[in-house]
């Protein structure tokens, strides 16, 4: 970005913010019609402060929290077929997730903005910055602007909504920008002080276009093209994105007048006389401007290219740029896998290639994959590099990695504890027998005392908050569960903290997944393993437990598969711990949210009192998909617990899948006490906001019964213990805790009724 | 004349936090920032380490001020100035790693500056101390904001008056009982610091370490597979407790293990005794505070009195600790 002239800056308020505070700002400004998102890091905070923001009525932006990524598409692209303004943010597998839709909507021609804030896609899972998300999006067909600092972000995305809906190109508009560097970063910058220049120069939605909501002309929007109309779809579409780069031009141009910020196609950084230059995306090519400034003094004629634009890829401006290059080194943060190079060194030798004059030499470095660090004397050494090759005329080595380190073999790993012997994981403790006449099952568990005797699942030494509900629920559930385990964690908090390399808590074998496709996945162990068996392959014992512990967020974003594990009834334990909200990723309301609860995307304030809609009732649709058993459960009632963990591993070893919720305390993000954690699941229970009962082939029996034994409380009691909901008995939200209440008597007499009549 | 008192290289002034997460480091972090860019005019960037690290794992607060414009992002690794918020950090990591001879180390502390420099084998350069903790315990504020005090004199070149007008504001509207405890939260942090200077001898430099992974390419088990699962023993968590933990008291003791299931951290030690009637018995032996970080939960759900919450004083865990008896591999 260079800057014009200062006195343009009257209409600006200078301040200090990240990308992410910068990219909500431009947003609101612009005020979107609707966003449909679901979190992931580094993008989340972008809805985080749009919900703030709206909570102070800032903007009125309609936010709508999707079941995930790929239905956050789904939400976007059905709101742009309205003909209004549409926003989404995300990131690395968030953007994979949604990667199938992206097309769909390119293709079908229908603008909106997508924020990239680039991350390493996983595995292993990894929550830092580098291009590989990024690198997925080349073909997709939206134009990609390169957004280098937070400023550029406000900016980009301005310019990105007037570009998506010009009428040369109707196509939806990526802004990408490095996570955590860019989007977690405070930096100074200027914004408008009036968002009405802002949605003066973005203007109205131009309008003639396709829209869904024209009665007198009636549309069919995504017809079956097969050959020979579909290569003409996509030729208009392709000159479409073509037309984006003079489109661009121009409004960036005007952008320049209205804010005195110019963002050219290519960013260039002395490289009018450079011999030697860097080609860098985003961050990295800021601090190599410094190297280029150290090089410069000492006589180095160095220079670095960044583009803010590179779909169009800007072809003709590099082969300008490069003209008279000697050598230029290609940074990449991530990898085309075996294709010597990655894709952007492929595309930036095409565009020298048509320039039959030019004889740069070109290097290509993957460097700072999964958040390394990028420092000036790295760049110093790329620069090196390029020297290196001026000197012989060629170079040596044309592709590497750059920043790796073999490690020193003193360190490989070393076994540190004995595993557990399969004789030890069964104590016997644990007693479960079949009634035949009612078929069902009688368990028998000693004091807890007595299971102490019995090992953890897990190893000390995990990173969760202080007083986290997560293991005490977990290892009482264990506690019932005898001999051997695979278990595998869906992405959130039990297993970040549980795993993070080189490290992990896990004593037995344990799988990660991402948490939409987890239950898929422990199916396919569970079925390999049987079907190992059955060929006589793996001489093991038959009563391994395939267990797999998901947070409320990955039953959100996972519930499809989890049914259709369900449904296909695979032994196997699926075993949610619900803490209401998205923890892993900031305290974002999940499904799982009650109505009224403060997250960071349903605000307290002003314009909205917490989430909006009541919490989802996932032990009933499971229970719908007529599996053996169900059941929910709390670390405040162990003996209960470990009885049905008793029960579901004897059911997913003889007859099938079972499912189980148990709720656990988010101190951090309820906004209570860590020491209260058992009290408050256990208030939870007695104020039946969590009964705990369990559907035993279809006959459900509530195992414990607050108000047979005298202890129902209401649920403001519950309610008075956590930050997040002391709101709630402010007199201003009587209707909403009012509902909330109805609605808890509502499922709570449902359930008694249900535990009375073995037929419901 | 230039703002900043000392810069390096690149032009800037660079301030490194060293914390654990829930103290408010990242706070203060933005707050010293944002008193050089909108306060100064100066140009800024503040950021914090981010990771999936909870509350109570260590984490860094970055400051980057200068008249130039930023280009660099990487964290600070030579700072002119280190504010320790959490003394315990000591054990785990290198907070001194890269102060120049004549930087400044702040510390939050009981300790003299001659004990924080024996502490920190540091060989020269200003050590502050403060006593953040009792400050904040004393007028129920919050620790980072004595920080902030002891901070902002630290960076002369600050207005402290400026910041306690934005502490005033903060909270005016909605708190204004927590004004005037704020305000002398901070005056106390600003006054109460004590300083020594330590000269360098002249031509002195100090180093510092880049860190890296401890395995390579040619020493992680491909596809990224832990194969010593369980080594999370090795970590030692009780830079996570802020002061307190639980003691306990075996006497008092009826082995009911309400506390072993609530304990999120697996801290409780049991051991298989033979009792009167000789019959064999599960009895709680201790805690092993290597593990504990505070949460306090198994004195809430004790029955008895065996477990108390307790202020935690130098070398009290490392005294009264009952380390689990792991059956360790032998390689």
């Known amino acids: 970005m260079a800057i014009v002239e200062k006195d343009l800056f009257v209409n600006q308020k200078i301040d200090f913010k990240t990308g992410n505070e910068m990219a909500a700002l431009s947003v609101a400004q612009i005020n979107f019609h609707v966003m449909g998102y679901f979190p992931i890091t580094p993008s989340t905070e972008i809805a985080e402060f749009l919900d703030e923001m709206k909570t102070r009525g800032e903007h009125d932006i309609l936010m709508i929290p999707a079941d995930g990524e790929h239905g956050s598409a789904g939400i976007n692209f059905g709101a742009a077929t309205g003909g209004g303004r549409v926003f989404n943010a995300t990131s690395a597998n968030g953007f994979l997730y949604m990667l199938e839709q992206l097309p769909v909507q390119s293709g079908s021609r229908f603008p909106m903005v997508l924020n990239l804030v680039t991350r390493s896609i996983s595995g292993p899972l990894n929550i830092r910055g580098d291009h590989s998300d990024l690198y997925y999006g080349l073909n997709i067909g939206w134009p990609i602007l390169l957004a280098r600092d937070p400023q550029a972000v406000y900016d980009l995305n301005i310019i990105a909504t007037k570009l998506a809906e010009h009428k040369d190109v109707r196509l939806p508009v990526v802004v990408a920008f490095d996570g955590f560097v860019t989007s977690h970063r405070k930096r100074n910058v200027h914004y408008f002080n009036d968002k009405k220049l802002v949605q003066d120069f973005v203007g109205e939605m131009p309008e003639g276009f396709i829209t869904a909501f024209d009665p007198e002309n009636p549309v069919t929007i995504g017809p079956y093209m097969n050959d020979p109309d579909f290569i003409n779809n996509k030729y208009q579409q392709s000159q479409a994105m073509y037309q984006a780069e003079a489109v661009y031009e121009q409004i960036a141009e005007e952008y320049k007048q209205l804010s005195g910020r110019e963002y050219e196609i290519v960013d260039e950084y002395r490289m009018e006389d450079a011999e030697v230059a860097l080609f860098l995306l985003n961050s990295a090519a800021e601090t190599a401007k410094d190297a280029v400034d150290k090089l410069r003094q000492q006589g180095i004629k160095a220079g670095v290219i960044s583009p803010n634009m590179i779909r169009p890829f800007p072809a003709k401006q590099i082969r300008q740029s490069l003209k008279n290059v000697k050598a230029v080194l290609v940074g990449e943060r991530a990898d085309s896998y075996g294709a010597n190079g990655g894709n952007i060194t492929q595309e930036v030798k095409a565009a020298i290639q048509e320039d039959k004059e030019n004889n740069t030499i070109v290097l290509s470095r993957i460097f700072s994959l999964g958040g390394k660090d990028f420092y000036m004397d790295e760049a110093e050494e790329f620069f090196q590099l390029a020297l290196d090759a001026v000197e012989k005329g060629y170079a040596e080595v044309p592709f590497d990695y750059y920043g790796v380190h073999p490690g020193d073999i003193e360190n490989a790993p070393k076994a540190v504890l004995e595993p557990v012997k399969t004789e030890e994981w069964k104590s016997g403790l644990i007693q479960v027998e079949k009634n035949e006449e009612t078929g069902l099952l009688k368990v028998k568990v000693p004091p807890l005392r007595a299971l102490t005797k019995k090992p953890k699942r897990l190893a000390p030494g995990h990173g969760a908050c202080p007083g986290c509900g997560i293991y005490p629920g977990l290892e009482t559930f264990f506690k019932g569960i005898e001999g051997d385990i695979v278990a595998l964690f869906q992405t959130g908090c039990g297993m970040v903290v549980s795993t993070g390399y080189p490290h992990s808590a896990h004593k037995g074998t344990y799988i990660h997944n991402l948490f939409q496709n987890g239950a898929a996945t422990l199916s396919g162990v569970v079925e390999m393993f049987w079907e190992k068996k059955r060929r006589g392959e793996i001489q093991v014992p038959d009563d391994f437990t395939f267990i797999m512990v998901t947070g409320d967020g990955g039953m959100d974003i996972g519930m499809g598969p989890a049914i259709g594990a369900a449904l296909r009834n695979h032994k196997m334990i699926i075993l949610e711990y619900d803490n209401e909200g998205y923890m892993n990723t900031g305290s974002q309301l999940s499904y799982s949210t009650p109505i009224g609860h403060m997250t960071t995307t349903s605000g307290v304030g002003e314009k909205q009192g917490g989430k909006a809609f009541h919490h989802k009732d996932t032990a009933q649709i499971m229970a719908a998909t007529n599996i053996p058993y169900v059941f929910t459960g709390t670390e405040a009632f162990p003996q209960d617990l470990i009885k049905k963990a008793a029960k579901a591993q004897w059911y997913a070893q003889n007859e099938g899948l079972v499912y189980g919720k148990i709720l656990i305390s988010c101190p951090l993000n309820w906004k209570a006490k860590d020491e209260e954690g058992t009290a408050i699941v256990g208030t939870a229970v007695n104020s039946c906001f969590f009964p705990i009962y369990e559907v035993e082939k279809g006959i459900t029996t509530i195992t414990y019964n607050p108000e047979e034994k005298g202890k129902r409380v209401p649920v403001s009691e519950w309610l008075g213990m956590l930050g997040k909901t002391k709101h709630l008995l402010k007199p201003e939200y009587e209707a909403t805790l009012k509902s909330f209440e109805e609605e808890i008597e509502r499922r709570w007499q449902r359930l008694v009724a249900k535990d009375t009549n073995p037929f419901l | ?331």
């Open chain 2, 1 to 331: 004349m230039s703002k900043l008192p000392i810069k390096n290289e690149l032009g800037f002034f660079e301030i490194r936090l060293e914390s654990i997460g829930g103290l408010g480091a990242h706070l203060a972090g933005k707050m010293l920032a944002e008193a050089g860019v909108l306060g100064l005019g100066l140009n800024g960037a503040h950021f914090s380490s981010y990771g999936s690290e909870k509350k109570g794992s260590p984490v860094k607060s970055f400051i980057r001020l200068g008249e130039r414009e930023i280009r660099a992002s990487n964290p600070v690794e030579r700072p002119h100035v280190v504010g320790v918020f959490h003394e315990a950090l000591f054990k785990t990591i290198d907070v001194a790693n890269g102060l120049y001879p004549d930087s400044v180390m702040l510390v939050n502390t009981t300790k003299s500056p001659e004990e924080i420099k024996e502490k920190l084998n540091i060989q020269s350069g200003t050590i502050a101390v403060i006593d953040a903790l009792n400050i904040s315990v004393e007028e129920r504020t919050r620790v980072n904001t004595a920080m902030l005090g002891a901070l902002y004199r630290i960076a002369e070149f600050l207005d402290p008056e400026a910041r306690k007008n934005v502490i005033r504001a903060t909270f005016e509207e909605k708190y204004p009982h927590l004004v005037e405890a704020n305000i002398r939260t901070f005056d106390r942090g600003y006054n109460e610091v004590v300083f020594k200077t330590f000269e360098a001898e002249d031509g002195m430099v100090t180093d510092f370490v880049r860190a890296k992974s401890s395995l390579g390419y040619e020493t992680q088990p491909i596809g990224g597979v832990i194969t010593n699962p369980g080594n999370s023993i090795l970590k030692d968590l009780s830079a996570s407790r802020q002061g307190f933990l639980p003691s306990y008291d075996k006497d008092k003791c009826i082995n009911c293990a309400a506390c072993d299931t609530a304990c999120p951290d697996l801290c409780f030690v049991w051991k298989e005794e033979i009792d009167k009637k000789g019959r064999p018995q599960m009895v709680l032996q201790g805690i092993d505070y290597q593990y504990c970080k505070g949460c306090m939960k198994c004195v809430v759900v004790c029955p008895t009195d065996a477990l108390s919450k307790t202020r935690e004083t130098d070398g009290y865990a490392d005294e009264n600790r009952v380390p689990h008896n792991f059956v360790l591999a032998s390689n």
